[in-house]
């Protein structure tokens, strides 16, 4: 499993080859508005890639690796790959299946014109992540709000300040499994600062019932005991989607997990929330193939949540299809002429 919070050495190696990490946000600065003529990109596509591909990705990065890549004629599977550089390569390509008509555009255009996609798409990823983001932060409060009855302090939907370790409810949500919560000296480091969080040091509201289990630290992990919240299938539906994407699953509780903390901007550069690492470490826990068994039942049990007539797909005996049908009666056929010849 690839470690996106320790990839110094890794980082090094690409340097010298001359390519940057896609799979980390570049500096921040103002990016360029407009569109070239045959690189329309649809507002919504360019969400929905951030939402369910990538949320975390440096786009321009991305386009030049993957140019680089495509026209040295490079197979996602190339065994001289990096593991980061096939997983950038696979996102690489998983965007070019979203627009279709991305692909013609990137190779056919001069440095300066790849420069100005990449620019737009960033721009796209990072609007709608402000939005979902701005959204969540108010409807949290109604989320995690007992039925019929009220926070106390009471927290306003449009402030960040009460809440996090600042607030019992909030503290309660984000605690890192392991710790407990109700041990007032743990409640107090966490309050003034002398535990610091890392983002791979997950919060127990990712396990259902509130509960982590030490010995089975897969059990409840990123289930809830009522339909998510931060989605809904209509939504998903209207863009195009038939099922969840483990990225999007990531995006969801990482957009939660700030919502809840008294951060005010989301920042790859917030060191108090780390949501950059959170996001990651979350990502390597799902794309690690010694975990696929249970990652799997995790995929199946949000799918029947947000798609309500989702069905686990079933391969039919091959023995049992209509080619095979076809293929047994010929051969009976061919062997009753042998016999009566």
Known sequence: MVSQCNSASQATTREKQGRSCTLEMGPRKKP??????????????????GQTVHAFCNVQTL???????????INVNDISLMAIEREEYVIFKELLHMVPSLESCLMGSSE??????????????NSARADDTKGVKTTIIDWITPKGQSLNPHIPQNMKSGRGFNHEHTGALLCPAGLDWA?????????????????????????????????DPWNGLFSVDQEPKATCSGNTQI??????TKASIVYIVTQTCFALTSAQIFSQTDLVTDSECFYFSIV??????????????????WNRQIFPLYAD??????????LARIHQKWMECRKRDTEYN
């Open 32 to 49: 360029y508005v407009g569109h070239h003529e045959q690189c329309r990109i649809p507002s919504y596509i360019m969400a929905d890639f």
């Open 63 to 73: 386009l030049t690796n993957g140019i680089m890549l495509m026209s040295e004629d």
């Open 112 to 125: 300066e014109m790849v420069t100005t996609v990449a620019e737009l798409i960033q721009k796209g990823i």
């Open 183 to 215: 041990n007032i000296k743990t409640r107090t480091k966490l309050v003034n600062g002398q535990i610091q969080v890392a983002g791979d040091q997950w919060p127990i509201f990712l396990y259902a019932n509130y509960t982590y289990d030490m010995e």
């Open 239 to 244: 863009h195009g989607m038939r099922s969840v």
């Open 284 to 301: 390597e826990l799902l794309d690690d193939p010694d975990e696929k068994e249970e990652v799997d039942q995790l995929m199946t049990w």
């Open 313 to 322: 797909p079933e391969c039919l005996p091959s023995r049992d299809s209509a």
